[in-house]
Antibody, heavy 124, light 107 residues
Framework: EVQLVESGGGLVQPGRSLRLSCAASGFKFDDYAMHWVRQGPGKGLEWVSGLSWNSGSLGYGDSVKGRFTISRDNAKNSLYLQMNSLRTEDTALYYC?????????????????WGQGTLVTVSS | DIQMTQSPSSLSASVGDRVTIICRASQSTNNYLNWYQQRPGKAPRLLIYAANTLQSGVPSRFSGSGSGTDFTLTISSLQPEDFATYYCQQSYGIPQTFGQGTKLEIK
């Protein structure tokens, strides 16, 4: 069974940092692009960042560029999101999502499946 | 950035109805347009990718069409489990962007 399990969320003060992790299982992790998508409380979906299977293609949403860094460890079947200089507007449920197989770009992707998410709350 | 606009934002319908949701992009997405369903308290689920390809395991009452900047998601005969929020998403440009969502409610 394909599974994506996020962890690392929590309550953090504005300006501080947090690192999210996503543990993947049930598929060949290093064949797939991976992404982070977030959803603020009562709001819609926002693409945060994506990374190709070999880390050769990556990108960020405008609101997180320069503050967040995506990375992966294919040996550990894991995806990460380092979040620095957090703002109150970063408060959201962060989903780890899988792109399609055997593509070398984060473009032209679709997201399936989705993890259950990890909640990040930025507040003083 | 490519802006995605869905209409309507909310919709009331009955079981058995045929429903169409529209998604319009601010520029061509070259048909890199996906649709997701999100039930309350659940993670989103992929329904349609590349404008008109049904994801494995998704009922055939769901279909997608369109090209360029204008796309539609159609549910041919609503079932009780279809009442949810639907999102379109383009993956042609960075940043990838979602529509604001269409909430489908029971009439």
């Amino acid at each position: 069974e394909v599974q994506l399990v996020e962890s690392g969320g929590g309550l953090v003060q504005p300006g501080r940092s947090l690192r999210l992790s996503c543990a993947a299982s049930g598929f060949k992790f290093d064949d797939y692009a991976m992404h982070w998508v977030r959803q603020g409380p009562g709001k819609g979906l926002e693409w945060v960042s994506g990374l190709s299977w070999n880390s050769g293609s990556l990108g960020y949403g405008d609101s997180v560029k320069g503050r967040f860094t995506i990375s992966r460890d294919n040996a550990k079947n894991s995806l990460y999101l380092q979040m620095n200089s957090l703002r109150t507007e970063d408060t959201a449920l962060y989903y780890c999502v899988r792109g399609p197989p055997l593509v070398t770009t984060i473009l032209y992707n679709w997201f399936d499946p989705w993890g259950q998410g990890t909640l990040v709350t930025v507040s003083s | 950035d490519i802006q995605m606009t869905q209409s309507p934002s909310s919709l009331s319908a009955s079981v058995g109805d045929r429903v169409t949701i529209i998604c319009r992009a601010s520029q061509s997405t070259n048909n890199y347009l996906n649709w997701y369903q999100q039930r309350p308290g659940k993670a989103p689920r992929l329904l349609i990718y590349a404008a008109n390809t049904l994801q494995s395991g998704v009922p055939s009452r769901f279909s997608g069409s369109g090209s360029g900047t204008d796309f539609t998601l159609t549910i041919s005969s609503l079932q009780p489990e279809d009442f949810a929020t639907y999102y379109c998403q383009q993956s042609y440009g960075i940043p990838q962007t979602f529509g604001q969502g269409t909430k489908l409610e029971i009439k």
